[in-house]
């Protein structure tokens, strides 16, 4: 007993003492280039960030595998910031200043992405964002690989009123209660009405974080749609509360056939712990499904379900967003010669990469990228079958014309240098 | 656990200050004004964040420990001083914000709002700030506290009706319409008072600030619990109702150290909002309340510099084992705080002085054990 | 490019076709891999008002994805099992295609919708009374004026009366639609949807609610004004139906807490991951029967409720024997130490399963809904509020006429004197929180229906769990039970009014209150062991 008391408290003594002289990860070999990956490993976000951590482990190991950057191998170096806000600063700060990262890749939640914001800024970092978010923002030092409202939310209502999807009269603007939902369903809002939807024909509702009991809702959903008109809901529901949201349409009977719901936020993976059977027709709207057949798709698919070691494992958008910013990345590294965040910074507008579904994707300098769009209805097996694709690539905006305050707004790193540029006062607004 | 003692500083607690005193100096001189920079800015702010969350586990102890008050709903305390500091962050910012209103902070223009809500002014005058830090948090305890301490509600009862306070104010913040910035709450601070926070001198100066702060809350809580007041509350912990009986008004004191204990909460916040650059409703979530308790429970309740140091290793074995475990931190994490409450009953303080005590008096004095 | 000229030269002939009148089966069939969803669209409704007999099988192969295009072009119906092909108009063998000679036809909503009316049109007639009623219902949902002949057909033939009140509606509905009947039979018509007075009837009526004859126009706006008066009472029915749901919920999460807090007192903050683990029995019994049992999938609940009762209960008891049994007398440290197993046993789950969501299936018995009047009850909320009476039912039992649970009682009120009795009180303690382990395990299974079965479960509902507790009245189960219903109730009502989040925070205000009022629950435990 004594021993175990002294050994332990020998253990929290080294435990208090080790931030005091720097930690320092003991394996870190000279020579090589640190990538951070700061993805939620456990917590609320751990669904959905777990995915994106091992899909740039295996990127990473890929790229060694061919040899590295600028001749050094790449090594990764993962933290977890444990869906916990101050935390994501934390572990960026640490990354970036202790670790020495040359770019980080990470974040999902909008939250988690203004809360490291203010650090990349200060030790002047890269940060690549992979997932769909609500725009109204452009930083120097963040590279947006996932879809703006325009890459995503606007072409999946001008399809859902086209002849092909329904010609949708009446719109429930069903969200969880926070940013992307409310900033995106404000942009469909005003976009709507510019459409000539009155607004006795639109209902916006929002519900918290998680929720699960999703009885009144769908049945308030259900008695908008009987008033004759065709009615579809576009889903901005978060992660968590979309099992239950689904599983409750299926048993309340809501066809995709009679009442559609397009969602933005659910894809393959959010799907795999569903029975989709009873939602099939349902709606889907990203820049990537894993069904889309390319060559490029087929060869990423084998390699993560080889690198998972899972033959079953799916592949979804933010995937492929981290896999376009990757080679972006990359690219841009090796074209300026160097990792150094300014150098990199400025090389990156311009520079192309594939993406998967055929196309080459284009970094914008308003640090964006140019991405296709594309509808699928979900499939009894889990997937979603492409029912719409937009002709070209998207190029992504951060600033929603549709919205008062951003409609003069717009973001340029390489001729103006500002990433919020009053086009009418020509100022670059804010002081940063 | 908690024997009030004469003495205002104790050995315990002077050596807590002396090591605190140790501290302030080291860290400046190490980062601002060394060659090779020992102590990294990454370091100083970390440091500063553990002496808030110290300072919170203080405020909490004072209530837990001395008055028997097992409060879930601490971190509501602490969010609403940290709300109250960045709003006054945000009014700060002005017009360098993204829209460059020079009123509106970026989230209310981002969701439509054309004028300031009224209980935003004032936020931009700093020493306002500062009392609406003590007294929003303060107000909310003694009104919560009236309450619940009139109606004699105790135990487990105030402690879960505690968190449902802090539950509700949780959902409460989530939403935009409040105007606090629903989820993604207020970040993007840019200064305060006029020194640029990006700047590591600003980083020092916050930290020696928490610093200070936690030492006065340190002072200030053992001055109450060595206090004839403090006599009282450890009577009200351990019998209640027969202080009661004994014509106390006990729901007064506990009112009068709730309060307190709030305002303390409160300060901790303010303290920390600028040092991680955000405050966002999750600071309200029922699970970062129950960490403090765990924080208080694992250094040793009733001793307050005991709940201090739980705070800070705690605080620190999440920074170290999310980085180099960020796969099995939790199971880390977890098996320590199940060891700590079977192997050392009295906290981490409590095994350490009875460590000490045994090193002191070698063979025969073996019962100090507790 | 050959594929392109063999679409235009289809389309061609189809247009041709439709022009001469009515379009030749072959040639519809042929029509339906060319062009674009509308189109596809068109030639099904043409293909269900042709009322030829071969159709339905088409239709329904294409529905089932199994209508393929051959690499000759030729439209086949594949077998799924076998692989082999037939053609579609004729039937002819056209041997085993290799699958990916074969081209899908997609479908897409708007295509499904087609499919489901066309289908409808060709059941109207079938022997099956539920299939014809179905059919029925389908042509409801999507009147259509060119639907009434058929409509008309089928009603002369119709000799079930269910089936023959849908028909009629459906009539009336398409009668409605098309405008151009007499007065009397659009009024007549209004009558009976009226009459029907559901979801289905008021989206019938809303769009010719400004008909071109006024008196039509009058009537369908106080028929519509009827309808919803009508609904607005069964709404307060709904609304306390989805609040003994929500409250049933509430009762399976917080019932195994009141025995491990209520009666024990100790603060186990382990429960939701107790939950948890019940549900992730549910899934792995799902998982082995889908491999080697596929036909128990109806009996995968029965069987994995008893699993993870024993599942959650085991690893309670080894909570129980392993950290809680030193920390009696430190109750409020108990808190501390089982959070620290919450912690491990959440990173386990993650660890050996994956931090996504895992697929629990609903058995058949447990999908869909009925109705009750105009109120819509789903299957599995039912059998949930089922299982939780059954549940608390059962404990009680367990609890007032069992040995074991008098000494469960006898421990909890005076320890050292059931000691003196004879009872061994480290066995009852180990038992007693096993109980409420495993029936946090039984809660899991429940919950696996409605919700993400994900290592976050049971984080979702332990604050909750804790609310009903204390509401009800720690140490009572009846307590729980009431604590349960009543907030759920409540929140269902405050819900439609207030919405989702301020409903709860409502709720929550609402709880803090009324702890005021009555400082020890609802169902408060009287006495001097109170003070302690």
Redesign the interface.
């Known amino acids: ?1 004594k021993v ?3 050994t ?2 020998g253990g ?1 003594a080294a ?2 003492a ?3 002289v ?2 320092r ?1 003991l394996w870190a070999a000279e020579d090589t280039i640190k990538v951070g990956i700061l993805h939620s ?2 917590g609320t976000m751990a669904i959905s960030e777990t995915t994106l951590k091992d899909v740039m482990l295996m990127l990473i190991a890929e790229q060694n595998a061919k040899g590295g950057v600028l001749g050094k191998k790449l090594e990764p170096v ?5 869906s ?4 994501f ?3 960026a ?2 990354l970036i ?2 670790d020495k990262c040359v770019a980080v890749f990470g974040c999902w ?3 988690s992405r ?2 490291v ?3 990349f ?2 030790l002047n970092n890269i940060l690549f964002y992979p997932v769909q978010y609500e725009g ?2 452009s930083e120097r030092n963040v590279f947006y690989t996932g879809a703006a409202p325009n890459q995503q939310a606007i072409p999946a209502v001008d399809y859902l009123m086209s002849a092909d999807g329904g010609s949708v009269k009446r719109w429930v603007l069903e969200g969880t ?3 992307y939902p ?2 995106t369903n ?1 942009i469909l809002e005003a976009y709507l009405k510019s459409k000539g939807v009155a607004a006795e024909d639109i209902m916006i509702n929002y519900t ?2 998680g929720f699960s009991d999703w009885q009144t809702e769908v049945s308030k959903i259900k008695a908008f749609g009987a008033a004759g008109k065709k009615t579809a809901v576009v889903s901005t529901i978060n992660g968590d509360a979309n099992v239950p949201f689904y599983k409750e349409l299926g048993n309340q009977g809501i066809k995709a056939e009679d009442i559609p719901v397009c969602a933005f936020s659910v894809g393959e993976e959010e799907l795999a712990g569903l029975d989709t059977k009873p939602l099939v027709g349902h709606l889907a709207a990203w820049n990537y499904f894993e069904s889309i057949d390319t060559p490029e798709n087929k060869a990423f698919i084998a390699a993560w379900q080889k690198f998972t070691n899972n033959p079953k494992r799916v592949t979804n958008d933010p995937m492929e967003a981290h896999y376009i910013g990757f080679n972006m990345w990359v690219k841009a590294v090796e074209k300026a010669g160097t990792t150094d965040a300014d150098k990199v910074i400025d090389t990156l507008p311009g520079i192309e990469a594939p993406n998967l579904t055929g196309g080459m994707s284009k970094m914008l300098p308003n640090h964006h990228i140019t991405k296709p769009v594309y509808i699928g209805e979900i499939q009894e097996d889990g997937q979603f079958d492409v029912v719409w694709k937009t002709p070209d690539l998207v190029p992504g905006e951060p600033w929603s014309p549709y ?4 409609k003069d ?1 717009v973001s340029d790193w390489v001729g103006l240098k500002c ?2 540029y ?1 086009k009418v006062k020509k ?1 670059c ?4 | 656990m908690g024997r009030p003692e004469k003495r205002l500083i104790d050995r315990r607690l002077g050596i807590f200050l002396a090591g605190l005193f140790l501290l302030t100096v080291a860290v400046p001189v190490g980062n601002l004004w060394m060659a090779g920079q020992p102590v ?4 100083v ?3 500063g ?1 553990y002496l808030c969350y110290a300072l919170l586990a203080v405020a909490l102890d004072l209530v837990w420990g001395y008055c028997g008050i ?1 409060s879930l709903g601490h971190g509501a305390f602490f969010a609403l001083g940290g709300y109250a500091m960045g709003m006054y962050l945000m009014r700060e910012i002005g ?6 209103n020079p009123v509106l902070p970026d ?1 209310m ?4 709002w054309k004028e300031l809500p009224w209980y935003w002014y004032g936020f931009d005058l700093f020493p306002f700030a500062l009392l609406m830090v003590l007294l929003v948090p303060g107000v909310l305890a003694f009104v ?1 506290g009236w ?2 301490f ?5 135990g ?2 105030l402690s ?2 505690t ?3 802090t ?2 104010l949780l ?2 913040f ?3 319409d409040m105007g606090f910035g ?4 207020l ?4 200064d305060i008072l006029g020194f640029d ?2 700047r590591p001198a600003t980083k020092v100066g916050l930290m020696m600030l928490s610093a200070v702060a936690l030492a006065g809350g340190l002072i200030l809580a053992r001055w109450v619990t060595t206090s004839r007041l403090g006599k009282v509350l450890v009577c009200v912990r351990d019998a ?2 027969r202080t009661r009986f004994l014509g106390y008004r006990v729901e007064h004191y506990k009112l009068f150290i709730f309060t307190l204990s709030a305002m303390m909460a409160g300060v901790a916040g303010a303290l920390y909002v600028p040092q ?3 405050i ?1 409703p ?1 600071e309200f979530s ?2 970062n309340s ?1 960490e403090i ?2 924080w208080v ?2 250094g040793g309740r009733g001793t307050l510099v005991g709940a201090a140091l739980g705070a ?2 705690v605080a ?5 084992l ?3 475990l ?6 880390a ?13 009295t906290g ?1 303080l409590g ?2 002085e009875g ?1 000490i005590a045994r090193l002191k008096r070698p063979a025969p004095a073996q019962e100090v054990e507790a | 490019m050959k594929a392109f000229l063999r679409m235009v030269l289809v389309l061609l002939a189809l247009a041709e076709a439709t022009a001469a009148g009515a379009a030749d089966f072959a040639t519809l069939v042929a029509a339906l891999p060319a062009g674009g969803y509308a189109d596809r669209a068109k030639v099904v409704r043409e293909l269900g008002l042709s009322g030829d007999g071969r159709a339905l099988k088409v239709l329904t192969a294409l529905a089932g994805d199994d209508l393929k295009v051959m690499a000759d072009g030729a439209v086949v119906i594949v077998y799924e099992k076998t692989g082999a092909a037939v053609g579609a108009v004729d039937g002819t063998d056209k041997g085993t295609p290799a699958a990916d000679s074969l081209q899908r036809i997609k479908l897409n909503n708007a295509v499904r919708r087609a499919l489901r009316t066309a289908t409808g049109m060709l059941t109207l007639r079938d022997p099956d009374p539920a299939k014809r009623l179905s059919a029925a219902r389908d042509a409801l949902r999507a009147a259509d004026p060119e639907q009434i002949e058929a409509l008309d057909a089928a009603l002369a033939a119709e000799t079930d009366p269910a089936v023959k009140t849908v028909l009629a509606e459906a009539k009336a509905a398409a009668v409605l639609k098309s405008g151009e009947a007499s007065e009397a039979d659009q009024l007549a018509a209004v009558t009976l949807l009226a009459q029907r007075g559901d979801e289905a009837a008021q989206a019938a009526l809303a769009p010719v609610v400004n008909a071109k004859d006024p008196a039509v126009a009058a009537a369908v706006k106080k028929a519509l004004a009827d309808i919803a008066e009508a609904r607005k009472l069964w709404g307060l029915a709904q609304n306390v139906w989805y609040g003994l749901s929500l409250g049933s919920v509430l009762l399976l999460a917080a019932v195994g807490l009141a025995i491990t ?1 209520g009666v024990m007192g100790v ?1 186990n ?1 382990a429960h939701g991951e107790l939950v948890m683990l019940g549900a992730y029995t549910t899934f792995v019994v799902q998982q082995v029967i889908r491999a080697d049992a596929p036909g128990l999938f109806g009996w995968s609940l029965a069987i994995a409720a008893p699993l993870a009762f024993l599942v959650a209960g085991g690893v309670g008891v080894a909570i129980e024997r392993g ?1 809680v049994r ?2 009696y007398g ?1 109750p ?2 108990t ?3 089982t ?6 046993l ?3 789950v993650r ?1 050996i399963f994956g931090p996504d969501n895992r697929d629990v299936g609903n058995p058949s018995w447990m999908s869909g809904a009925f109705h009750l009047g105009q109120m819509q009850v789903t299957w599995n909320r039912l059998w949930i509020l089922v299982f939780a009476f059954a549940v608390f039912t059962v404990l009680l039992i367990v609890l007032k006429r069992t040995a074991i649970g008098l000494q469960m009682r006898a421990v909890t009120q005076n320890r050292a004197m059931a000691a003196n009795m004879g009872i061994r009180t480290g066995r009852v303690d180990a038992l007693t929180f096993g109980l409420g382990s495993g029936i946090a395990g039984l809660a899991g299974v429940a919950l696996s229906q409605i919700d993400n079965v994900s290592p976050n479960l049971g ?1 979702g509902y332990i ?1 909750d769990s ?2 009903v507790v ?1 509401f009800g009245g ?1 140490g009572n189960i009846w307590g729980t039970l009431a604590g349960a219903f009543t907030l759920g109730i409540a929140n269902k009502f405050l819900e439609p009014f207030a919405g989702a ?2 409903g ?2 409502l709720i ?2 609402g ?2 209150l009324f ?3 009555r ?3 609802l169902f408060a435990v009287k006495g001097r062991a109170v ?1 302690a």
Do not use: C
């Open positions: 007993m175990t008391r002294r332990l408290l929290i435990t208090a080790a931030p005091m720097a930690p990860r490993l456990s993962v933290v977890d910031p444990a916990n806000w101050p935390l600063a934390e572990k700060r640490e200043s202790q939640t909008s939250v203004k809360s914001l203010p650090v800024k200060e109204q923002e209660d926070y940013v409310r900033t404000k918290p974080f919205l008062p305050e951003s707004l990433g919020n009053d100022v607004l804010g002081g940063a | 990294p800015t990454y370091l702010a970390l440091i964040k097992l017009a360098r914000g993204v829209y460059a989230f223009v981002f969701i439509g919560f309450f619940a009139r109606s004699r509600v105790t487990v009862y879960i009706i968190q449902a306070m539950y509700a959902l409460a989530f939403r935009n629903g989820n993604n709450g970040t993007d601070f840019k926070l990006a209640e109702s991680v650059g955000i966002n999750s029922p699970a129950i308790v765990i429970a694992l800070i290793l620190a074995a999440k920074t170290i999310t980085g180099a960020p796969e099995a931190w939790l199971y994490l977890g098996a320590l705080f199940i060891l700590v409450t079977i192997a050392l009953p981490v095994a350490l460590g | 807090f603060i903050m950290i030193h920390l430190r409020l440290e808190l501390l130490a959070w620290g197993v919450s912690l491990m959440q990173q386990a660890s984080q604050v804790f609310m204390v720690a989040v301020l709860k925070i929550l205000v709880i803090i702890i005021q009022k400082p020890r629950g003070e």
